[in-house]
C-alpha cells in the first residue's frame, strides 16, 4: 500500500525520527518516488497534516472511494510506529463497516509493505482538502483522548460522497474490495434492546428493537428518537450498569467549551459503539434520559445478542403503548394531559388539544411498526 504524503507531512515525520533519534520502520520512505507504486487506485491514498483551531492531525484519503483516516494530535513516538496505527486504524474501519475477520485478512494480504513518497497529484491533494473542510464540519466528533480518529474519520466517510459516484465513501469502499480483491463476508453482531419509558401511575410505553452493535451510542440515541416519535429537541444521556454516562455530541460540545469535561465517568456517546459497551456480562441493563426538563426516564435491557452475516439496518420489533407528546411536563404533565382529554367540558381541553392538534395528526398517520420501521431506513443508520 502506497502514501502520498505533502511536504509538511513528510517533515513532521522526519522532525519526530530525528527528535527520538530512532528510524520509522513501520514506514518505507523514498523522496525520489522510485518506489514501486501500487497500479490499483484502492491501494494508494493521499495524506497532509492540517490544524482545526489548535489541533494538529493527519488527514488520510483514499484515491480510489474518498474513505477518509483522521489521527489527531500525534506524539513523536506515534509517527515512529505510524504503521502499525494504520493496521489498527483500518482492520476497526473495515469492522466497524461489518468486514469479517476473514475479509480483513483477505484485505490486508492485497498489499505489501506500507510505502511512501512524496505527494504531485493537485487533484488528488484537493480532494484530500476537501475531506479536511468536511471533517472540520464535523469536529464534535473528535475524541481527545484518541490518536486515531475512528468515529469522527467514520462520520466524515458517511457524509463524503464516494469517488465511484456512491451514497458516500463507506459503501465506494465497500464496493471496491469487491472489484479489486473479490467477495467479502459480514459478521454484524446485534442486539435485541427492550426499551421502556417509566410512566409513574401508569403503564409503561415499550419499545422492542433490534440493533447492530456496530452503531455509536448517539446513533442509540436516533433510533431511540424514532421510535418513541420524539422530536430529539433536547440534551440526552445514557447512564450504564457500570456508572459510565455517556452524553450526546451537543452536551459534550458544551461541556468542552466551558471546560466541564466531568469526571473520568463521563464521555461522548459518539466516541463508542455498541459492541464496546454491551455484552452478557456487562451492561446488560442501562437507562436512557431524554430531556432533562422532563425528564423522560427509559430503562434498556438487553434480551439476546446474535450475530448476522448480512447487513442488517436497525428494526422496531414490537410496540406497545402510545408514543407520549413532546413538552408536555414529564409524566406528571402527561397524566394531566390525558386527564383534560378525556374531558371535553374541562376548560382547558380546547386549548390542550389544539396544542396537541400536531401530535394527535402523526400519531395517527405514522405510529405504525412499517412507518417507523420505514423512517429509520431513511436515516441510513
Same mark, same amino acid.
Given at each position: 500500500?502506497?502514501?502520498?504524503?505533502?511536504?509538511?507531512?513528510?517533515?513532521?515525520?522526519?522532525?519526530?525520527?530525528?527528535?527520538?533519534?530512532?528510524?520509522?520502520?513501520?514506514?518505507?520512505?523514498?523522496?525520489?518516488?522510485?518506489?514501486?507504486?501500487?497500479?490499483?487506485?484502492?491501494?494508494?491514498?493521499?495524506?497532509?497534516?492540517?490544524?482545526?483551531?489548535?489541533?494538529?492531525?493527519?488527514?488520510?484519503?483514499?484515491?480510489?472511494?474518498?474513505?477518509?483516516?483522521?489521527?489527531?494530535?500525534?506524539?513523536?513516538?506515534?509517527?515512529?510506529? @505510524?504503521? &502499525?496505527?494504520? +493496521?489498527?486504524?483500518? $482492520?476497526? !474501519?473495515? %469492522?466497524?463497516?461489518?468486514? *469479517?475477520?476473514?475479509? #480483513?485478512?483477505?484485505?490486508?494480504?492485497?498489499?505489501?509493505?506500507?510505502?511512501?513518497?512524496?505527494?504531485?497529484?493537485?487533484?488528488?491533494?484537493?480532494?484530500?482538502?476537501?475531506?479536511?473542510?468536511?471533517?472540520?464540519?464535523?469536529?464534535?466528533?473528535?475524541?481527545?483522548?484518541?490518536? @486515531?480518529? &475512528?468515529?469522527? +474519520?467514520?462520520?466524515? $466517510?458517511? !457524509?463524503? %460522497?464516494?469517488?465511484?459516484? *456512491?451514497?458516500?465513501? #463507506?459503501?465506494?469502499?465497500?464496493?471496491?474490495?469487491?472489484?479489486?480483491?473479490?467477495?467479502?463476508?459480514?459478521?454484524?453482531?446485534?442486539?435485541?434492546?427492550?426499551?421502556?419509558?417509566?410512566?409513574?401511575?401508569?403503564?409503561?410505553?415499550?419499545?422492542?428493537?433490534?440493533?447492530?452493535?456496530?452503531?455509536?451510542?448517539?446513533?442509540?440515541?436516533?433510533?431511540?428518537?424514532?421510535?418513541?416519535?420524539?422530536?430529539?429537541?433536547?440534551?440526552?444521556?445514557?447512564?450504564?450498569?457500570?456508572?459510565?454516562?455517556?452524553?450526546?455530541?451537543?452536551?459534550?460540545?458544551?461541556?468542552?467549551?466551558?471546560?466541564?469535561?466531568?469526571?473520568?465517568?463521563?464521555?461522548?456517546?459518539?466516541?463508542?459503539?455498541?459492541?464496546?459497551?454491551?455484552?452478557?456480562?456487562?451492561?446488560?441493563?442501562?437507562?436512557?434520559?431524554?430531556?432533562?426538563?422532563?425528564?423522560?426516564?427509559?430503562?434498556?435491557?438487553?434480551?439476546?445478542?446474535?450475530?448476522?452475516?448480512?447487513?442488517?439496518?436497525?428494526?422496531?420489533?414490537?410496540?406497545?403503548?402510545?408514543?407520549?407528546?413532546?413538552?408536555?411536563?414529564?409524566?406528571?404533565?402527561?397524566?394531566?394531559?390525558?386527564?383534560?382529554?378525556?374531558?371535553?367540558?374541562?376548560?382547558?381541553?380546547?386549548?390542550?388539544?389544539?396544542?396537541?392538534?400536531?401530535?394527535?395528526?402523526?400519531?395517527?398517520?405514522?405510529?405504525?411498526?412499517?412507518?417507523?420501521?420505514?423512517?429509520?431506513?431513511?436515516?441510513?443508520?
Amino acid at each position: 500500500m502506497h502514501f502520498f504524503f505533502t511536504k509538511k507531512l513528510m517533515k513532521a515525520f522526519k522532525d519526530a525520527e530525528k527528535l527520538m533519534n530512532e528510524e520509522n520502520t513501520t514506514l518505507m520512505f523514498n523522496e525520489t518516488e522510485d518506489l514501486i507504486v501500487p497500479k490499483e487506485s484502492f491501494f494508494r491514498w493521499h495524506g497532509n497534516l492540517v490544524k482545526f483551531e489548535e489541533k494538529e492531525c493527519i488527514v488520510l484519503t483514499n484515491d480510489a472511494t474518498g474513505f477518509t483516516l483522521i489521527f489527531l494530535n500525534p506524539y513523536e513516538e506515534d509517527y515512529i510506529e @505510524f504503521g &502499525d496505527w494504520l +493496521s489498527e486504524a483500518l $482492520s476497526r !474501519m473495515m %469492522k466497524r463497516m461489518g468486514f *469479517s475477520d476473514e475479509s #480483513v485478512i483477505d484485505y490486508f494480504k492485497a498489499f505489501g509493505e506500507y510505502t511512501v513518497s512524496r505527494a504531485s497529484n493537485q487533484t488528488l491533494m484537493g480532494k484530500n482538502s476537501a475531506s479536511s473542510q468536511l471533517a472540520g464540519a464535523y469536529d464534535t466528533f473528535i475524541n481527545t483522548d484518541e490518536c @486515531f480518529q &475512528d468515529s469522527w +474519520s467514520f462520520k466524515v $466517510s458517511e !457524509m463524503k %460522497k464516494g469517488e465511484d459516484g *456512491s451514497v458516500n465513501a #463507506v459503501q465506494a469502499f465497500i464496493n471496491q474490495f469487491k472489484k479489486s480483491i473479490g467477495d467479502y463476508y459480514i459478521d454484524v453482531d446485534m442486539a435485541e434492546l427492550e426499551i421502556r419509558l417509566k410512566l409513574q401511575g401508569m403503564k409503561d410505553v415499550v419499545r422492542i428493537v433490534q440493533v447492530p452493535m456496530n452503531v455509536t451510542f448517539d446513533d442509540l440515541h436516533t433510533i431511540i428518537q424514532t421510535v418513541f416519535m420524539w422530536q430529539d429537541a433536547h440534551l440526552h444521556q445514557f447512564v450504564l450498569e457500570d456508572g459510565y454516562t455517556l452524553v450526546g455530541a451537543e452536551g459534550y460540545s458544551q461541556m468542552q467549551q466551558f471546560k466541564r469535561e466531568g469526571d473520568d465517568l463521563t464521555d461522548s456517546g459518539n466516541h463508542y459503539l455498541l459492541s464496546d459497551i454491551i455484552s452478557y456480562d456487562e451492561n446488560k441493563a442501562f437507562t436512557y434520559i431524554y430531556d432533562f426538563g422532563d425528564f423522560w426516564e427509559h430503562t434498556i435491557h438487553v434480551r439476546k445478542i446474535w450475530t448476522e452475516h448480512q447487513q442488517m439496518p436497525p428494526r422496531l420489533k414490537m410496540m406497545l403503548g402510545d408514543p407520549v407528546p413532546e413538552n408536555v411536563g414529564g409524566a406528571g404533565g402527561y397524566a394531566y394531559f390525558l386527564e383534560v382529554m378525556k374531558d371535553p367540558h374541562h376548560p382547558e381541553f380546547s386549548s390542550l388539544k389544539a396544542w396537541a392538534n400536531e401530535y394527535e395528526e402523526s400519531k395517527h398517520l405514522t405510529n405504525t411498526v412499517e412507518s417507523i420501521n420505514n423512517r429509520l431506513l431513511s436515516k441510513r443508520i
